[in-house]
Each structure stands twice: as C-alpha cells, then as structure tokens.
C-alpha cells in the first residue's frame, strides 16, 4: 500500500516557525516532484513549493517565498517544509504530493498520491 504521511503541524504564534514532515512508504518516491499544498475551507489546494527528484529549479509560490524552504531526503523517501516567519496567513491544513512527471506542476490534479493532511495554525 502506497502512503505518505504527513507530521509536525500544529498551533504557533505569529513569527514562529514549524518543520513539517512526509514520510513515503509502498514505493520509492525518488524519481518524484514532490509538492506541499494548503487548503483553507472553501478554496483551492494551493501549491506551497515542490521539489523535483534532484532537488533544483525548486518552486515556491510568491507568498512564502524567503519563509519557507523544502528539501528532501531520497534515501529517506521523505520531504521537508521549514517554515518560518510564520503569518496567520499560513493557517490551512497542508498536504504532502507526489507527481510522477519531471516537471512541476501547480495544478492538484497532476499529482498522483497525496497524504492526509496536518493542521497548521498560526495565532496572531
């Protein structure tokens, strides 16, 4: 069974920071545009940033630019959000993405396998 599973959300003041987690299991992730999403109630998923297999021309969306970092470690089969200088903003429940394609895409319904989700809450 395919899973990935996410960890390290949770409630934060404003100018906090959060590490988050997705783990992959049921199959190697290396050769995968991993993204991290965020949904708020009643809009879209939202790209946060993604990171192809080797790790450059990495994506971040405009307002988490300078905050937010991803990385991955392959050998793991695991991806990293650190965000910092946290904003209420930020608050919506984030979502870990695998797409099997070379290039980043925006768009949700490109990425193949999804985790559940982890609440992030940032108190003003």
């Known amino acids: 069974q395919v899973q990935l599973v996410e960890s390290g959300g949770g409630l934060v003041q404003t100018g906090g920071s959060l590490r988050l987690s997705c783990a992959g299991s049921?199959?190697?992730?290396?050769?995968?545009?991993m993204g991290w999403f965020r949904q708020t109630p009643g809009k879209e998923r939202e790209l946060v940033a993604a990171i192809p297999w080797s790790g450059e021309r990495i994506y971040y969306a405009d307002s988490v630019k300078g905050r937010f970092t991803i990385s991955r470690d392959n050998a793991k089969n695991t991806v990293y959000l650190q965000m910092n200088s946290l904003k209420p903003e930020d608050t919506a429940v984030y979502y870990c993405?695998?797409?099997?394609?070379?290039?980043?895409?925006?768009?949700?319904?490109?990425?193949?396998?999804w985790g559940q989700g982890t609440q992030v809450t940032v108190s003003s």
């Open positions: 049921g199959r190697t992730f290396s050769n995968y545009v």
């Open positions: 993405a695998a797409d099997r394609s070379t290039l980043i895409s925006i768009h949700a319904h490109w990425y193949e396998y």
